[in-house]
C-alpha cells in the first residue's frame, strides 16, 4: 500500500534540518556568496549536527540514515543555501564509493576518522577535456609494485581545497579505455598532491571548488576501490545513488524562491491592490507549487526505490533533471515577479537563480540525464 505519511523520525530530522537551515545557513547565505570567505563555523555545526555523516553506517560511527532520510534532509538544507549544501553533499558523494566498493578494512581506515571530527572528502572524476565524456579520462595510475604512482589533473571539483580524502579516476590500462579506468582513494597528506586555483563562480559561491594537480602521487594498491577497470562502474553506481539528493536540493531552492515571492507578491502593490490578486500572477504561482510538488514526489520515489534495493538509474535521472529544471524554471519566475527589485544584489532571488543553475550541470549534466532516460524508456532496437 502506498503511504505518503513520514515517520515520527522523518518528520524529526525534516525540523531539525529545516531549523538548522533557518537559523543557521538562510541568514548566512549572502555574506558567504561573495565568495570572500568559507562557512567554517556553519560546517563545524552541520557536523556536530550530524549532516555531514548521515551516509555513513552507524557500525563505522556515522548515522545510517536511509536515502529517503537523506533527500528529505537535502531539500532542507539546500532551501537555506544551496552552496553550503553542496559542501555537506560533495563530502557524502566521495564516501559512496568507498560505502558501495571498499572492503571492510577500507571502510573502517577512510570513513572512521570523518565520524570523529570534522573533515571533508572530494569525489574526483572531471577533467578539462573529460566532463560527461569519462571515458576520456587522462590522468594515469601506473602500478609500481605496490603502489600506484598517479600524475595528471582534475578540474571543477568540490572541496577540491579543503579535502581531507579524495576519491580519484585514473586510468590503469589506457589500451582499454573505459574498461580501463580504476577508482583509487588519496589522502590529502600524500606527497605530489596540489591544490590549483580555486574558480570563482557564478553561484554556490559558498562552496570550494579547485582544480587538482597530481604529480607522481604514491599511493598504496590497497587504496584501490573494487578492481582494476571497475572505475567507471564505481563512477556510475555512485551517481545513481545521489542523484536524488541534487533532485531534493532542487526542490529546496524552488521551495524558497516560491516562498519569497509569494510574500512579495502579497505585499507589493500596483494599480491599487497587491499583485498577487493578479490572475496572471496567481496562475505563475500556482505552477510553480504544482512542480514543486511533482519534483519532491520523484525525489521520494526514487529514493524508496533506493531503499528497497530496486532499480533506480532512470527514477534518479528523472529526480535530479526534474528537479534541477524546477529549480531553475521556478527562480526565473519568482525573479520575474519581483521586477526590478529581484535583479538587485539586496534581494536573495538573484542568488537562488544562480544556484539553480548548477544543479542542471553537476553530478551529470541533464542533457546526460535526458541520454540515460532515453535509453530506458526506448530500450533494445532490434
Known amino acids: 500500500m502506498i503511504d505518503f505519511n513520514l515517520s515520527e523520525e522523518q518528520q524529526a530530522l525534516q525540523s531539525m534540518a529545516r531549523e538548522f537551515a533557518l537559523k543557521e545557513m538562510r541568514p548566512n547565505a549572502a555574506k558567504y556568496d561573495k565568495g570572500d570567505e568559507f562557512p567554517e563555523e556553519i560546517m563545524k555545526k552541520a557536523f556536530e549536527a550530524g549532516f555531514m555523516t548521515c551516509n555513513i553506517p552507524q557500525e563505522y560511527g556515522g548515522g545510517g540514515l536511509s536515502e529517503l532520510d537523506i533527500a528529505i534532509i537535502s531539500e532542507e538544507l539546500a532551501a537555506g543555501c544551496a552552496g553550503m549544501f553542496t559542501t555537506i553533499m560533495a563530502t557524502s558523494l566521495a564516501f559512496i564509493p568507498i560505502l558501495l566498493f571498499g572492503t571492510d578494512e577500507q571502510k573502517e581506515t577512510f570513513l572512521i576518522p570523518f565520524t570523529k571530527k570534522k573533515g571533508f572528502a572530494s569525489f574526483c572524476l572531471t577533467e578539462r577535456e573529460a566532463g560527461s565524456d569519462a571515458g576520456a579520462t587522462k590522468t594515469r595510475a601506473v602500478r609500481d ?123 507589493r502593490k500596483q494599480f491599487g491592490k497587491p499583485v498577487a490578486l493578479f490572475q496572471n500572477t496567481g496562475f505563475k504561482l500556482a505552477q510553480m507549487a504544482m512542480e514543486i510538488n511533482a519534483a519532491r514526489h520523484l525525489v521520494w520515489h526514487a529514493a524508496w526505490l533506493m531503499d528497497q534495493g530496486k532499480p533506480c538509474g532512470k527514477e534518479s535521472a528523472m529526480a535530479k533533471c526534474f528537479g534541477s529544471d524546477v529549480a531553475m524554471s521556478t527562480t526565473i519566475e519568482a525573479l520575474q515577479l519581483f521586477g526590478g527589485y529581484g535583479y538587485m544584489r539586496d534581494y536573495p532571488m538573484e542568488k537562488l537563480m544562480r544556484d539553480a543553475k548548477l544543479l542542471q550541470i553537476y553530478e551529470g549534466t541533464n542533457e546526460i540525464q535526458r541520454l540515460v532516460i532515453s535509453r530506458e524508456v526506448i530500450g533494445p532496437i532490434k
Do not use: Q, W
Not at 598517479?150 to 579543503?162: A, D, E, R, Y
Not at 579547485?210 to 578492481?227: I, Q, S
Open 145 to 267: 609494485a605496490d603502489h600506484y604512482v598517479i600524475n595528471g589533473s582534475k578540474c571543477f571539483i568540490t572541496n577540491g581545497g579543503i579535502a581531507d580524502l579524495y576519491v580519484v579516476f585514473a586510468l590503469t590500462d589506457p589500451e582499454k579505455g573505459i574498461r580501463g579506468v580504476s577508482a583509487i582513494v588519496v589522502p590529502r597528506e600524500t606527497p605530489g598532491m596540489v591544490i590549483g586555483k580555486e574558480e570563482d563562480k557564478l553561484g554556490h559561491r559558498a562552496s570550494n571548488t579547485t582544480e587538482l594537480f597530481f604529480e607522481d602521487v604514491r599511493v598504496p594498491v590497497a587504496n584501490l576501490l573494487a578492481k582494476e577497470g571497475m572505475g567507471f562502474i564505481v563512477a556510475m553506481k555512485t551517481l545513481d545513488k545521489t542523484r536524488a539528493s541534487v533532485g531534493a536540493a532542487g526542490v529546496g531552492v524552488a521551495r524558497t524562491a516560491l516562498e519569497y515571492a509569494v510574500d512579495y507578491a502579497k505585499t
